[in-house]
């Protein structure tokens, strides 16, 4: 059995009080704390706390001689223990629709408790809050619209579609306040999404451009998704809502059809890089339906001479670059008469780590890259390639034709000049590219 004070409680006591009306309190005491900053700190404190403990708080109060504030925090606990076996036996809709009535209530905490446990139901209450912003009293409707905002910001992109579509519903209502308020919510959702998106990605272990500030209103302009990416295939479909993105970055298995159909969604996408096994000649078609790409690289994509047809058409692209395809040497032969070489970069797929002057003659090695195969045979800095398996070299275009023509895992000798008189012989086994 509850601890009984020996004075019966008035119901409805501390509603009163959180309302500011009068406790009709009689002890000096408790008329000196009514009117203390204590005691808003106290109501709040009991709205939102656990029946056990605002009975505690009770007992705390009787000890202390406070005891209309002790019978207020009783009868708030046994009404506190009666709202929660009620609302046991509602179903979620009831609940929901119970916390939405709670939206114009007197007390200011009670209204903004109700606007957070409304989002503890998420995608479930849309539909009753939709409902909600149609209601005559604005105070509801303001926060109806509010749910729903950190309702989409929290959500999956099945969640933000929904929201997205009762909004543009509602935008275009008879009634001009609630098509107003419609319509702002769809701007600011999607810049808030757009932040909201963008740290989640960081979080997941993407790379944004440099320049991009977390605590900045511009949106980030360049995104790289490699291999610390831990999110999964639906985190990544999120990007269609990153619609500055100008040039993106993926290297992943976890791309997907739907995420490919996510990336062209974005209209300011201009440059697109993409590694994976995952996606084969369906993803060719999909791609070339973006009318903002310009510059296209695959790699290591399992694509073959069947979409040779569709990339020659693709007039929008000033810049190809395929890298490890199954494309035959013919269909190689088709695409470089038909698009021209400023336009198109074909490899094999092999990679060996050496950076030379492009046009000028002899070649020169002007950078070796770590970890790649070059560093690990011992190539120089200032090495003067002369011949690649058997094939004369003369300058760096030659050398960078030679390469393309293998593959990863290609065997090949590379004979170089270093301190202008003393020849070496290379042997070295052909990588694989990294974005």
Same mark, same amino acid.
């Given at each position: 059995?509850?601890h ?5 409680? /008035?119901?409805g ?13 009689t002890?000096?005491?408790?008329? %000196? ?15 939102s ?5 605002i ?25 506190? !223990?009666?709202?929660q076996?009620?609302?046991? =036996? ?11 009535? %709670? ?18 139901f ?35 992109d ?7 579509s009762? *909004?543009?519903?509602?935008?275009d ?9 419609? %319509?702002?919510?769809?701007?600011q ?27 900045? @209103? ?24 990153? =619609? ?25 996408? #201009?440059?697109?890089?993409?590694? #994976? ?13 973006s009318?903002? *790409?310009?510059?296209? @690289? ?22 190809? #670059?395929?890298v ?12 470089? =008469?038909?698009?021209?070489s ?11 780590g ?5 046009? @000028? ?10 970890d ?15 011949d690649?398996?058997?094939? *004369? ?11 393309? /023509?293998? !593959? ?15 020849? *070496?012989?290379?042997?070295? #086994? ?6």
């Amino acid at each position: 059995m509850p601890h009984q004070f020996s004075r019966q409680p /008035k119901p409805g006591l501390l509603f009163r009080m959180v309302r500011g009306e009068s406790c009709g309190a009689t002890s000096p005491s408790a008329k %000196q704390i009514d009117g203390d900053n204590l005691m808003q700190r106290i109501v709040v404190i009991l709205v939102s706390a656990e029946p056990l403990a605002i009975f505690g708080l009770a007992i705390f109060f009787s000890f202390l001689g406070f005891e209309d504030l002790a019978v207020a925090a009783q009868t708030f606990s046994q009404d506190t !223990y009666r709202e929660q076996a009620r609302s046991s =036996s509602l179903d979620d809709h009831e609940k929901i629709q119970r916390f939405i009535g %709670q939206f114009n209530a007197d007390s200011f905490q009670l209204r903004n408790r109700a606007s957070q446990e409304v989002l503890r139901f998420g995608p479930t209450a849309i539909n009753s809050l939709a409902s909600a912003t149609l209601h005559d009293d604005p105070e509801v409707r303001f926060r109806a619209f509010e749910a729903l905002k950190h309702l989409a910001l929290r959500g999956d992109d099945d969640t933000i579609l929904r929201i997205e579509s009762v *909004l543009n519903e509602l935008s275009d209502h008879s009634s001009p306040a609630v098509a107003n308020a419609a %319509q702002n919510r769809l701007q600011q959702l999607a810049i808030d999404l757009e932040r909201v998106i963008t740290a989640r990605f960081i979080a997941l272990g993407a790379k944004v451009d440099a320049s991009y500030d977390t605590f900045s @209103e511009v949106p980030p302009r360049g995104l790289v998704i490699d291999s610390n990416w831990q999110g999964s295939s639906q985190d990544l479909q999120l990007v269609r809502r990153l =619609s500055s993105i100008n040039s993106l970055e993926i290297k992943s298995e976890k791309m997907d059809e739907l995420v490919l159909r996510s990336i062209i969604e974005l209209e300011h996408l #201009t440059s697109l890089k993409l590694e #994976t096994s995952n996606l084969g000649n369906h993803a060719i078609p999909i791609l070339l339906h973006s009318k903002s *790409l310009q510059s296209l @690289e695959l790699r290591y994509l399992p694509i073959d001479d069947s979409v040779v047809d569709l990339l020659i058409a693709a007039e929008n692209l000033r810049k190809l #670059t395929l890298v490890g395809t199954r494309i035959s040497d013919d269909g190689w032969v088709e695409l470089s =008469s038909s698009i021209s070489s400023d336009r198109l970069d074909f490899r094999r797929g092999g990679f060996l780590g050496l950076r030379t002057m492009v046009t @000028e003659s002899p070649c020169i090695i002007t950078d070796v890259i770590g970890d790649s195969a070059a560093a690990e045979a011992g190539f120089h800095v200032g090495d003067r390639i002369v011949d690649f398996n058997g094939e *004369l070299i003369d300058n760096g275009q030659e050398f960078i034709s030679a390469v393309s /023509k293998c !593959y990863v895992g290609d065997r090949v000798k590379i004979t170089v000049i270093r301190s202008g008189s003393e020849e *070496l012989v290379f042997e070295v #086994t052909l990588g694989r590219w990294n974005m």
